[in-house]
Protein backbone atom coordinates (compact mmCIF):
# COMPACT_ATOMS: atom_id res chain seq x y z
CA UNK A 1 0.00 0.00 0.00
CA UNK A 2 1.13 3.62 0.25
CA UNK A 3 2.67 5.16 -3.01
CA UNK A 4 5.70 5.01 -5.11
CA UNK A 5 7.62 7.78 -6.24
CA UNK A 6 10.37 7.24 -9.21
CA UNK A 7 13.63 8.78 -8.44
CA UNK A 8 14.36 9.69 -11.97
CA UNK A 9 11.59 12.09 -13.07
CA UNK A 10 9.15 11.96 -9.80
CA UNK A 11 6.40 10.61 -10.93
CA UNK A 12 3.87 9.20 -8.32
CA UNK A 13 2.08 6.23 -8.20
CA UNK A 14 -0.59 4.61 -6.25
CA UNK A 15 1.48 1.41 -5.02
CA UNK A 16 -1.83 -0.81 -4.94
CA UNK A 17 -3.17 -0.03 -8.22
CA UNK A 18 -0.12 1.29 -10.29
CA UNK A 19 -2.33 4.24 -11.15
CA UNK A 20 -0.19 7.04 -11.81
CA UNK A 21 -1.43 9.34 -8.78
CA UNK A 22 1.12 13.35 -10.03
CA UNK A 23 3.17 14.11 -12.62
CA UNK A 24 5.21 17.22 -11.46
CA UNK A 25 6.23 18.53 -14.68
CA UNK A 26 2.34 19.09 -15.70
CA UNK A 27 1.46 20.32 -11.80
CA UNK A 28 -0.52 23.37 -12.81
CA UNK A 29 -1.79 24.52 -9.39
CA UNK A 30 -3.06 23.78 -5.91
CA UNK A 31 -6.41 23.52 -4.23
CA UNK A 32 -6.74 24.89 -0.70
CA UNK A 33 -6.19 22.02 1.20
CA UNK A 34 -2.79 21.57 -0.62
CA UNK A 35 -3.68 18.42 -3.44
CA UNK A 36 -2.22 19.09 -6.63
CA UNK A 37 -4.68 19.91 -9.43
CA UNK A 38 -2.76 18.37 -12.48
CA UNK A 39 -2.69 18.18 -16.38
CA UNK A 40 -2.73 13.95 -15.80
CA UNK A 41 -5.25 12.05 -18.57
CA UNK A 42 -8.98 12.40 -17.77
CA UNK A 43 -10.35 8.59 -16.75
CA UNK A 44 -13.47 7.42 -15.56
CA UNK A 45 -11.79 4.84 -13.38
CA UNK A 46 -12.18 1.70 -15.31
CA UNK A 47 -9.38 2.23 -18.30
CA UNK A 48 -6.14 2.54 -17.91
CA UNK A 49 -4.74 6.04 -18.93
CA UNK A 50 -0.95 5.86 -21.17
CA UNK A 51 0.68 7.40 -17.76
CA UNK A 52 0.07 4.62 -15.49
CA UNK A 53 1.80 1.59 -14.26
CA UNK A 54 1.30 -1.73 -13.85
CA UNK A 55 0.97 -2.81 -9.62
CA UNK A 56 3.31 -5.57 -8.99
CA UNK A 57 4.35 -6.88 -5.56
CA UNK A 58 7.10 -5.17 -3.72
CA UNK A 59 9.52 -4.81 -0.70
CA UNK A 60 12.23 -2.40 0.56
CA UNK A 61 15.93 -4.25 1.49
CA UNK A 62 18.61 -2.36 2.33
CA UNK A 63 17.32 0.86 1.31
CA UNK A 64 16.42 -0.90 -1.89
CA UNK A 65 13.10 -1.55 -3.56
CA UNK A 66 13.03 -5.02 -4.89
CA UNK A 67 9.93 -5.81 -7.80
CA UNK A 68 8.50 -9.41 -8.17
CA UNK A 69 6.85 -9.07 -11.94
CA UNK A 70 6.31 -12.56 -12.22
CA UNK A 71 2.92 -13.01 -10.41
CA UNK A 72 1.19 -12.30 -7.57
CA UNK A 73 1.40 -11.98 -3.93
CA UNK A 74 1.26 -15.24 -3.57
CA UNK A 75 3.99 -16.21 -5.50
CA UNK A 76 6.25 -13.51 -4.61
CA UNK A 77 6.03 -14.98 -0.85
CA UNK A 78 7.24 -17.94 -2.33
CA UNK A 79 10.09 -16.58 -3.83
CA UNK A 80 13.59 -16.62 -2.18
CA UNK A 81 14.77 -12.84 -0.47
CA UNK A 82 16.73 -10.59 -2.36
CA UNK A 83 20.55 -11.04 -2.04
CA UNK A 84 21.72 -9.08 1.03
CA UNK A 85 25.18 -7.23 0.46
CA UNK A 86 26.75 -7.25 4.36
CA UNK A 87 28.91 -4.33 4.22
CA UNK A 88 26.18 -2.11 3.66
CA UNK A 89 24.29 -3.77 7.23
CA UNK A 90 27.86 -2.37 9.12
CA UNK A 91 28.47 0.78 7.73
CA UNK A 92 30.18 1.44 4.22
CA UNK A 93 31.86 4.68 2.22
CA UNK A 94 31.12 5.48 -1.39
CA UNK A 95 33.59 7.07 -3.49
CA UNK A 96 33.00 9.00 -6.67
CA UNK A 97 34.31 7.89 -9.64
CA UNK A 98 34.05 8.56 -13.61
CA UNK A 99 34.19 5.88 -16.12
CA UNK A 100 33.65 5.88 -20.30
CA UNK A 101 30.67 4.14 -21.32
CA UNK A 102 30.85 2.54 -24.88
CA UNK A 103 26.98 4.24 -25.39
CA UNK A 104 25.85 5.20 -28.87
CA UNK A 105 25.12 9.46 -29.02
CA UNK A 106 21.12 9.10 -29.34
CA UNK A 107 21.36 7.67 -25.67
CA UNK A 108 23.24 10.64 -24.57
CA UNK A 109 21.62 13.79 -26.10
CA UNK A 110 18.25 11.94 -24.88
CA UNK A 111 19.64 12.67 -21.24
CA UNK A 112 21.16 15.38 -21.71
CA UNK A 113 17.81 16.76 -23.49
CA UNK A 114 15.84 16.05 -20.52
CA UNK A 115 17.15 18.24 -17.91
CA UNK A 116 13.25 17.18 -16.09
CA UNK A 117 15.46 14.57 -13.97
CA UNK A 118 17.34 16.21 -12.47
CA UNK A 119 15.72 17.95 -9.42
CA UNK A 120 15.07 14.11 -8.77
CA UNK A 121 17.77 12.13 -9.74
CA UNK A 122 20.91 14.75 -9.13
CA UNK A 123 18.76 16.29 -6.09
CA UNK A 124 20.44 19.59 -7.89
CA UNK A 125 17.61 22.58 -7.86
CA UNK A 126 20.07 24.26 -10.14
CA UNK A 127 18.27 21.76 -12.99
CA UNK A 128 14.79 23.52 -12.48
CA UNK A 129 16.30 26.29 -14.81
CA UNK A 130 16.45 23.72 -17.60
CA UNK A 131 12.73 22.78 -17.17
CA UNK A 132 9.60 23.76 -19.18
CA UNK A 133 5.91 23.92 -17.43
CA UNK A 134 2.68 24.08 -18.49
CA UNK A 135 1.44 28.02 -19.02
CA UNK A 136 3.94 30.93 -18.91
CA UNK A 137 7.09 28.48 -19.28
CA UNK A 138 6.69 26.36 -22.69
CA UNK A 139 9.65 24.94 -24.18
CA UNK A 140 11.11 25.64 -27.82
CA UNK A 141 12.93 22.67 -30.03
CA UNK A 142 15.04 23.84 -33.05
CA UNK A 143 16.68 21.65 -35.24
CA UNK A 144 18.92 23.01 -37.97
CA UNK A 145 21.12 21.64 -40.95
CA UNK A 146 24.88 21.48 -40.64
CA UNK A 147 26.43 25.24 -39.99
CA UNK A 148 30.05 27.02 -39.62
CA UNK A 149 29.89 28.85 -36.44
CA UNK A 150 32.86 30.90 -35.97
CA UNK A 151 36.00 28.56 -35.75
CA UNK A 152 33.76 25.43 -35.42
CA UNK A 153 32.50 23.56 -38.02
CA UNK A 154 29.29 21.41 -36.56
CA UNK A 155 29.20 18.03 -38.27
CA UNK A 156 25.98 17.27 -38.73
CA UNK A 157 22.60 18.54 -37.47
CA UNK A 158 22.10 20.33 -34.18
CA UNK A 159 19.25 20.70 -31.81
CA UNK A 160 18.48 23.50 -29.08
CA UNK A 161 15.86 23.76 -26.65
CA UNK A 162 15.29 26.67 -24.97
CA UNK A 163 12.74 27.71 -22.19
CA UNK A 164 12.71 30.60 -19.69
CA UNK A 165 15.53 30.40 -16.93
CA UNK A 166 13.13 30.79 -13.93
CA UNK A 167 12.29 28.35 -11.27
CA UNK A 168 9.47 26.13 -11.80
CA UNK A 169 8.87 22.87 -9.95
CA UNK A 170 10.52 24.36 -6.74
CA UNK A 171 8.14 27.43 -7.27
CA UNK A 172 5.31 25.49 -7.50
CA UNK A 173 7.01 23.28 -4.35
CA UNK A 174 7.54 26.47 -2.50
CA UNK A 175 3.95 27.77 -3.07
CA UNK A 176 2.12 24.32 -1.39
CA UNK A 177 4.38 25.25 1.42
CA UNK A 178 2.63 28.79 1.67
CA UNK A 179 6.06 30.38 1.35
CA UNK A 180 6.51 31.76 -1.99
CA UNK A 181 8.28 34.84 -2.87
CA UNK A 182 9.46 36.35 -5.80
CA UNK A 183 10.58 33.02 -8.11
CA UNK A 184 12.73 35.25 -10.52
CA UNK A 185 14.44 38.35 -10.63
CA UNK A 186 13.47 40.64 -13.50
CA UNK A 187 14.41 40.45 -16.58
CA UNK A 188 16.09 36.41 -16.50
CA UNK A 189 17.95 35.34 -19.33
CA UNK A 190 17.03 31.54 -21.17
CA UNK A 191 18.09 28.71 -20.38
CA UNK A 192 19.50 26.68 -23.64
CA UNK A 193 20.87 23.07 -24.23
CA UNK A 194 22.82 22.86 -27.28
CA UNK A 195 23.73 19.54 -29.14
CA UNK A 196 25.60 19.55 -32.21
CA UNK A 197 25.83 16.15 -33.71
CA UNK A 198 28.10 14.61 -32.80
CA UNK A 199 30.69 17.12 -31.80
CA UNK A 200 29.43 18.52 -28.88
CA UNK A 201 26.91 19.43 -25.98
CA UNK A 202 26.70 22.30 -24.33
CA UNK A 203 24.57 22.87 -21.34
CA UNK A 204 24.54 26.89 -21.09
CA UNK A 205 22.55 30.08 -20.17
CA UNK A 206 22.63 33.13 -22.29
CA UNK A 207 21.04 36.65 -22.10
CA UNK A 208 17.83 37.03 -24.75
CA UNK A 209 19.03 38.88 -26.88
CA UNK A 210 22.09 37.54 -27.12
CA UNK A 211 23.80 35.73 -30.47
CA UNK A 212 22.22 32.48 -30.70
CA UNK A 213 25.42 30.44 -30.34
CA UNK A 214 27.21 32.57 -26.98
CA UNK A 215 30.77 31.74 -26.91
Known sequence: TGEFQ????????????????????????????????????????????????????????????????YGGLERALQAPPPPRVPEIDSGF????????????????????????????AHQNVNFDLYSAAPGNHPQTVTES????????????????????????????????RKSLEAAAPSGAGISAPFAAIQNVISPRRKDKKADADPK
Not at 20 to 47: H, M, R, W, Y
Not at 97 to 108: E, G, H, Q, S, T
Not at 150 to 176: F, Y
Request: charged share 25%; glycine share 10%.
Open 6 to 69: CGYHGWRFDGKSGKCTQIPQVIESFDDKGNALSGLSKSDGSAKRREDGTAVPAMISQGMVWLFP
Open 93 to 120: KMTPAVRDFPIDWPVLIENILDPDHGLF
Open 145 to 176: APVLSGDREHVGWTITSEVDAVPKLVEKDTAR
